[in-house]
């Protein structure tokens, strides 16, 4: 689907996000959605001061945990109306209109303690989430910070496979869950050390660190 009828997509989600996520969170692909934003905010240890970037910040539910912890918090996401709604709900949040996959918003060297994202990266292949990731971990984390992200994902290919097949009818073909197995390999490759957590049936929390 070209760029442009994603954005128009995700505008649309807007309105409704906060509603809607709460009665999906009971089934695939959002089931656990609550536990893994649990999960994203424990293993990245918030205390005041710290400063995080939201990947995909959408209607703000991850980056208020950070704003609750006294975190200066920045968010990243290319829809406007999730940038409007975030911006209602979260004032103090600086928000930055970009497409994560297009024209890079940021200086190089422009850190951050935490960078944290939540149920985003499935829209990108292996490739893109490994390039994207690298580019964080190489120009955008301070030293002894952490890549924390939360996402559909399964323990291995093979479960995943099996997972494809028991829910058919809403599996999105143009969508990239992730196997933690395929993720932590590809990850090493580009000098990335990685832990995985597996929250629920189809949600799970990646570590990921410059080695
Ligand atoms: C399913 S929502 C998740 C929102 C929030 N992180 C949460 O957990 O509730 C995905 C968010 O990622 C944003 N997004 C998806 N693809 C993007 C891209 N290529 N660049 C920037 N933002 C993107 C969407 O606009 C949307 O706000």
Redesign the pocket.
Known sequence: MP?SE??KL?DTWAEH?DDS?GEWSKQFPFEGYEDV?GEIERLSHPASGLSVL??????G??AERFVKAGCAVWG????PM?LAKVHRKLPQVELIK?????HWPLPTGRTFNRIV????FH??DLDSKVRLLSRLAGDHLTTGGRIVVGDISFPSEYVRDSAAEKWADSWDDDEYYWASDEAREALHHAGLDSYYHQVSICGGVYVIEPR
């Open positions: 760029e994603r954005v995700f996000y996520v934003l939201d990947l995909g910040i959408g209607t539910r991850l990243m996401d290319f829809s999730m970009a497409d994560l996959l297009g994202s939540a149920y985003t829209e990108f």
